[in-house]
């Protein structure tokens, strides 16, 4: 099998081409001296070791026999000196290896985290989690195997085999032919057995990636609840055994088959052992030649054999690092869907004033820019059905119900305005506020800022001007005040605690035994749905932008929190320019403008009073969806 061979894994074909080849050297070039110095030494090892077999022929046939001490104690010094020499050399080589490796893991990783913080939502909703991880440790931990463990490995198997088999050659020529005879045998066996022993390693890591995604999913903060409340766990019990059973029974097989493997190569090898001294012992009875040279060809034996097992399953290993590049290059590779403008206008005096003028949005997928699904052994992402234990396949990535999200928006807000959305649910208005700061671009039309379309201002200066509380509040596992300053890096204390007291937290926050130096929990679980809002507002405000987009739902919170964060909100929408995804009736009430959409469309507009009275689908969301829920909070906020 040739290096540019296809190689066929489990679940795609892949070809090492060259113009992949210089690809992937191309990451070696920054560390061109560091695994010349690599080679060198290989050379060096690889040169010492040829040395003691030869030492050990001259104590057998010269200094013993002849009963030389001097030269007795020489060579015993020599056999004690070269594996000391050795062992530094290869210290040295090491070290170099490794700061190779590491250097382009960290190449990589850079290479692959900035791009991918640059990639479009779009990118995020249609790729999980798992395969983004794997690409930036699996992958990228594997294309660092092919240039620093891989092809050093090739290579000093090379040295090895050619060195070896040159010395043999010098010293008897017959006896190398026959250490060469049981070569295709032991090809053969290390292919067969070793095939079987991968597809059952596949196997095991496939049930161990079951049994620890039923681990995550039943033993979780929310796993653990649900098993609970409807009383599962004996059959979660009897579940987990099945699963660690496969995975033990397997454990077994593997084992034995391996040691299986290890004993038919030793068998190999003791034939070709057992061919050289057999045939050596003959020739030294006939004295053709001596005890030495045949004690030699053991020791060499054994280092060709190794070497060449070596190479034998070398164009797979190769292959299967190289693919790691390929997939860690996909990424790299991929267009971004929000490009920067190369000369981006600046506004000097921003005001804060949004339009949208005849926006068009569809939620197509293009391939070109999503990753594809790669089969990968034993992670749990691979699973698709963790509890009734389907084995792990790839699932087609979901599009949104309605492809085109919005259509023909045109509006305006002007610097103090609020503007209310209303619209039942799945209607885009969530679509059209992530338009805003551009984690969408539009298919036609344009979103402007004081004029200028979006896409003509520099994301950070377009960030800068935005601030946004989604609904689904995302808070680090990390302290308070870490979370705060997350919208101003150099924001000082009273900053901070200025921003807590305008969202109503600060003395909730102080109340708590480390105040702001209290962590929150993942995805801050350790608070309340009203506690993390008005964190989240409070992080909108130390930001201070001149626009402020939220998705107000506040209809699982408690009335407490509620009134507080509605008293918070009138505070930060003032004087700033408001988008907002409205809940209450008190906001709507309070908007300058509100627009009702459904199924992508703007499809009335007004005031609460005027839409109220058209009777279409405002006056019809009131009834069904305001009006009962919201009366109270109508008088009171």
Known sequence: MGLMHYFRSESE?????????????AYARPYGWKILGMLLLILVGTGFT???????????????????????????????????IGGGVNVIRRKLNAQVGEGVIFDLRVALFSHIQRMSLNFFTHTRIGEIMSRLNNDVVGAQNAISNTIVNIITDLIEVVGVLAVMLTLEWRLTLVSIVILPLFLLA??????????????????????????????????????KLFGRTTLEDERFTERASRVRDLGIRRAVVGNSFFVIIGLL????????????????????????????????????????QGLATAPVEFATSVVSFERVFEVIDLPLEIQESPHPVTITQPRGELSFENVTFHYGIDEKNLLKDVRRYGQVDQVSAVLSGDAPQTAPALSQARETALEDISFSAHPGQLVALVGPSGAGKTTLTYLIPRLYDPGAGCVRLDGVDIRELSLDFL????????????LFHDTIRTNLIYAKLDASDQEIEDAARAANIHNFIAALPDGYNTIVGERGYRLSGGEKQRLA???????????????????????????LIQEALRRVMAGRTSIVIAHR??????????????????????????LLAAGGLYAHLYQTQFAEGHKPAANGQ
């Open 13 to 25: 074909p892949t070809k090492v081409t060259w113009a992949l080849m210089k690809r992937v050297l």
């Open 50 to 84: 040829l040395l003691t077999p030869l030492i050990i022929r001259e104590l057998i046939d010269r200094a013993i026999p002849a009963g030389d001490l001097n030269r007795l104690v020489l060579l015993s010094l020599g056999l004690l000196l070269i594996p000391a």
């Open 190 to 227: 290390a292919r067969a057995l070793g095939s079987r022993l991968r597809d059952l390693a596949r196997e095991q890591m496939d049930h161990n990636a079951r049994m620890n995604a039923m681990i995550n999913e039943t033993l979780s903060i929310g796993g653990a609840l649900l098993v």
């Open 269 to 308: 090898s003791a034939v070709g052992t057992a061919l050289v001294y057999g045939l050596g012992g003959y020739f030294v009875i006939q004295k053709a030649f001596t005890v030495g040279t045949i004690v030699a060809f053991g020791s060499y034996l054994s280092s060709l054999y190794g070497s060449l």
């Open 463 to 474: 960030s800068s001007m935005i601030g946004m509380v989604t609904q689904e509040t995302h």
């Open 537 to 563: 507002l409070a992080r909108v405000i130390l930001k201070n932008p001149r626009i402020l987009v939220l998705d107000e739902a506040t209809s699982h919170l408690d009335s407490e929190s509620e009134s």
């Open 585 to 610: 009736l008190s906001t709507i009430l309070a908007a300058d403008q509100i627009l009702v959409i459904d199924r992508g469309r703007i499809v009335e507009r007004g005031n609460h009073t005027s």
